[in-house]
């Protein structure tokens, strides 16, 4: 609560803080909110601009472009929601136990995330997408693994400090068992660091999964999703421009929005790191 | 007297951050004549360094708030002029020696070139004669192998060595004032002597005058000639050293004065001031050092002058019989 | 020096070995079994076999890797199932378009970038520094696909100015090779039509690419140069008085690059994976294409080849930078 009234003071996370409302508000109630049916084509009315009954137009099955685009909200966003926290969950747990068991198994482990991170990030979500088959639970799961070695390294820092602290040492000695140590003491300990990396990781975690989307590697028509979208609307880029410019906008605003609202709490709960 | 080279005159200051602000000083009284030493003591958050950092105009400015006085260096108001009009001082009249020589050189220019650049900077000196100029610059400060320490970097230097390339840097281009904030307060003890030894000779083989910063009375007495004492950004006391220091009137010197270790009475126990310091957000109206001061009375809840005691010996405390109003 | 270098090309080597693993791991045990597209729709059991026979897939998956690393070591990539022609042939050929188009972009990302964060460290909190933060939360919001779409639009649909795809118009001939960037090539060539040609057809692309890039750089030099602005070197620097310009350059600037070069080399990589969305949308005849154009043809050992190159390419990139740090820091040189 008093993180949010601080993002509100700061006029520059405030507005993205209410365009953040509204995009949870249009994710949560989307159903609800569309004029048309995102999914059923309707021939009749393909490709027309945009007008007072299609705000931005339809596309080539005469589907409304902005009903579209409010149900991809629940996909695109849900989607990197979903990848980003069960990265996290993974990578905090490997992470952890690494960093708290030590020997060999964080060796094992710390170079396999070296290995990870010998790829671009871009590159290596594509090729493990298509690995799995294009689909967009599998666009996620890519999306998760690429993000894993930094949530492994970040929990395996922290435990590591935490786990030469008096208090974990006693704890040991006196036989606690590991998981238990882990739970209580290491796990709050990453709370901070894990959320602020997660907040900083969602709006990149929605550009890929566009991204993978528009390279055919992410969602399947005729799912809305947003990169799907601009990918089949790109063939018609010159003569309705209308088509794949809106549903790229709506990307554009909801990564800039969760990366303004990502970089404000980073420098809320951690200042040393933002200025 | 001849002219004053330095003259600050009633100085308040206070750092204003959103929503809050601090005075960090007030009605700050401090003079220093030409070729003068003079010790500048208090405890850390006193203000010294703010003081010293004001005269050069390098406090943060976008925080800074100048509430009352004047800074009058070489008969020139350093508060009303421009940036570029201090600038011009700095270094070329005003060399500034800091506390901390492990980070006060740039890391990444040899020893050598940041001289050299300083030097270049404030005179007329060709390539050739400026290189010259280094090297006996090191030697001034008793470097002894200057050709060796112009190509090193700093972090191949001891503490000590860096802080005379520090010196050598400050007193480049012959300041009329050297302003020395706590110079030998990060170094070995034996190294300390040398260096407060050293910025002696500059000062008196150059004629410059010196404000020396300290939390250390032993660096002030065995230095300085005249010494004035902060306490929480205020003037509490001010005089010759060894009459402040022999007779401390106010008793916020007198306290500090005993909890210095004696090394004649080693049975004595240090004495420790009881009290917390004040909070500079809410200063308070009467005297600063009264929720501390043994010798509170009535009259403390009055904030007191700087009033002459005797003999250029001023104290800002009621309870010290004073020769004028 | 010396040890340094050592250190990181063992550790090369343990990086390159464990890529060799993940790519192997991706090709051959992952669902999108690679037969399955080789053989086409519905395909009979014994043409499975055969398929599999041929491929070696009917080994115990330790021989297949062995193979396979043997190959690659080899400069062996394997045989595309598009064009039935070696891998390695088809990338090296793509790989000067795609180098010249990265090269490029990163030229123009950090000739802006770096400046842009110096000036909005410099003057933190006024209005200059909360248009360049604007503009580079921007860089790193964008979608790199929609951001070409836009200047396509913009740039080429509307106004005219510029080409929309590919390195050269088609009624141009391709300049004589030379280093395999056209730009370089065109300029020893000495046709100037040629020249200019090159330079409009690189614009957009570079631009697009360098954007995301350029965001980065000046996220990241702004906090180093903040961070750097703080130091007491550059308090006495200011106490010396020592001109703006020079603290700024070369007691903050010169301190602040140490940090962020690392940042910078590994924006490089993320430059390369830009290029595969890049190249697709300005149709440029780089790996990047060449991979997406592998996708849609589900020629998986394409796929998993660029990988390993890429891989490659990021992994010596990176070696590259360390040293560079290290020659740049006094501290790690001696």
Redesign the interface.
């Known amino acids: 609560m008093k993180a949010i009234r601080q993002l509100i003071r700061n006029p520059f996370t405030r507005g993205a803080f209410f365009s953040l409302c509204v995009i949870a508000f249009v994710g949560i109630f989307s159903p609800l909110l569309t004029p048309y049916s995102p999914i059923d084509a309707k021939p009749e009315d393909r490709l027309l601009p945009p007008g007072h009954l299609h705000y931005f137009g339809t596309d080539e099955l005469g589907r409304d472009i902005f009903s579209r685009i409010i149900a991809g909200t629940r996909v695109s966003v849900g989607i990197a929601l979903f990848a980003i926290l069960l990265s996290a969950l993974v990578g905090t747990f490997i992470g952890s136990f690494s960093g708290f068991i030590g020997r060999w198994i964080d060796q094992v482990i710390m170079r396999s995330t070296d290995v990870l991170l010998a790829f671009p990030t871009l590159v290596l979500a594509l090729a493990l997408s298509a690995a799995l088959g294009p689909s967009i639970v599998n666009a996620a799961l890519a999306i998760a693994i690429v993000k894993l070695p930094i949530y492994t390294r970040l929990a395996r820092t922290q435990a590591l400090s935490v786990s030469h602290t008096l208090f974990v040492k006693a704890a040991k000695t006196f036989g606690v068992s590991s998981p238990w140590i882990v739970r209580r003491h290491i796990v709050p300990n990453l709370l901070t660091p894990i959320i602020v990396q997660i907040s900083l990781d969602i709006g990149d975690a929605i550009l890929l999964i566009a991204t993978l989307g528009f390279l055919g590697l992410g969602a399947q028509p005729p799912t809305p999703e947003w990169g799907a979208m601009i990918s089949t609307g790109w063939n018609y880029l010159l003569d309705q421009w209308w088509y794949p410019t809106f549903t790229g906008a709506a990307i554009f605003i909801a990564v800039i929005v969760f990366n303004i609202i990502g970089d404000g709490i980073r420098d809320l709960l951690d200042p040393k790191a933002g200025e | 007297m001849s002219e004053l080279v330095l003259e600050i005159k009633n100085l308040s200051l206070s750092f204003d951050t959103q929503g809050a602000s601090a005075s960090i000083l007030k009605n700050v009284e401090l003079h220093i004549g030409p070729g003068e030493i003079v010790g500048l003591v208090g405890e850390s958050g006193s203000g010294k360094s703010v003081t010293a950092l004001a005269i050069s105009k390098l406090l943060p400015t976008q925080i800074t708030k100048f509430s009352s006085g004047s800074i009058v260096f070489n008969g020139i108001d350093i508060l009303a002029s421009s940036e570029t009009e201090v600038a011009k001082l700095r270094g070329k009249r005003i060399g500034f020696v800091f506390q901390e020589p492990m980070t006060a050189l740039n890391p990444t220019m040899t020893i050598g070139k940041q001289l050299f650049h300083v030097i270049r900077r404030h005179s007329e000196l060709t390539k050739t004669e400026a290189l010259a100029k280094v090297r006996t610059a090191l030697e001034e400060v008793l470097i002894s192998k200057p050709e060796v320490v112009e190509n090193q970097y700093p972090f191949q230097l001891s503490g000590g060595m860096r802080q005379r390339v520090v010196i050598a840097m400050a007193m480049a281009a012959n300041p009329t004032l050297l302003i020395a904030d706590e110079p030998t307060t990060a170094l070995d003890v034996t190294v300390q002597a040398e260096i407060l030894n050293l910025i002696a000779k500059l000062a008196k083989d150059h004629g410059t005058a010196v404000l020396l910063i300290s939390h250390d009375l032993g660096v002030i007495a065995n230095s300085c000639s005249r010494v004035t004492v902060l306490y929480a950004g205020e003037v509490v006391e001010s005089g010759i050293v060894s009459e402040v220091l022999r007779k401390p009137q106010h008793p916020y010197t007198q306290a500090l004065i005993k909890s210095l270790p004696d090394i004649a009475d080693r049975d004595s126990l240090l004495e420790t001031i009881a009290g917390e310091f004040p909070d500079l957000r809410n200063r308070p109206e009467g005297c600063i050092y009264a929720p501390r001061c043994p010798k509170k009375f009535e009259a403390c809840e009055v904030r007191p002058m700087l009033r002459i005691a005797k003999d250029l010996h001023s104290v800002a405390c009621w309870a010290v019989e004073t020769t004028e109003k | 020096m010396l040890r340094l270098i050592r250190a990181r090309l063992a ?1 090369l080597v ?3 070995f ?2 060799s ?3 192997f791991l ?2 051959h045990v ?3 079994d690679p037969t399955a597209a080789l053989a086409g729709p519905h395909p009979s059991q014994e043409t499975l076999n055969s398929i599999r026979t041929q491929f070696g897939l009917d080994k115990p998956l330790p021989v297949q890797y062995i193979k396979y690393l043997s190959n690659l070591f080899h400069g062996n990539l394997g045989t595309s199932i598009r064009s039935q022609q070696p891998i390695t042939q088809e990338i090296l050929a793509f790989f000067p378009a795609t180098l010249e188009l990265v090269t490029v972009a990163f030229l123009l990302a950090i000739g802006i970038g770096i400046p842009l964060g110096v000036i909005a460290a410099v003057k ?2 006024t209005f200059s520094d ?1 248009v360049i933060r604007l503009f580079a ?2 860089g ?7 951001g070409g ?2 200047m ?2 913009i740039f080429y ?1 509307k106004l005219g100015w510029l080409p929309a795809s590919g390195r050269l118009d088609i009624e141009l001939s391709s300049p004589e090779t030379i280093t395999g960037f056209y730009f370089i090539d065109a300029l020893f060539g000495g046709d100037k039509e040629t020249f200019i040609n090159v330079l409009k057809h690189l614009v957009m692309p570079s631009l697009a690419l360098g954007y995301v890039q350029l965001a980065f750089i000046v996220r990241q030099v702004r ?1 180093s140069m ?1 961070d750097a602005l703080s ?3 550059y ?10 310009r ?1 603290l700024v350059v ?2 903050a600037l ?2 602040a690059l ?1 940090p962020s070069i690392t940042i910078i080399g590994l924006s490089f ?2 430059l ?3 290029a ?2 890049t190249e ?1 949308v300005f149709d440029w005849p780089g790996m990047g294409k060449y ?2 154009d592998s ?2 043809g589900r020629d ?1 050992p394409a ?2 080849g ?2 390993v190159v ?2 490659l390419a ?2 010596i990139i990176n070696l590259l930078v360390d040293l560079l740090v290290y020659s ?4 790690t040189r ?1």
């Open positions: 550790m343990i990086v390159l464990g890529v693993i993940i790519t991706m090709a992952l669902p999108g933190k909190n909360y939360v921007g790193v919001s964008i979608p790199l696909f929609w779409l836009v396509i639009l649909a906090s903040l130091q007491d070197y308090l006495t620097g200011r106490a010396n008085g020592l001109s703006h020079f070369r007691y010169r301190n140490i990589g993320s390369l994976g830009g595969v969305v697709t991979v997406t996708i849609l998986f796929i998993m660029f990988t890429i891989a990021y992994v740049l820091d006094p501290q001696k």
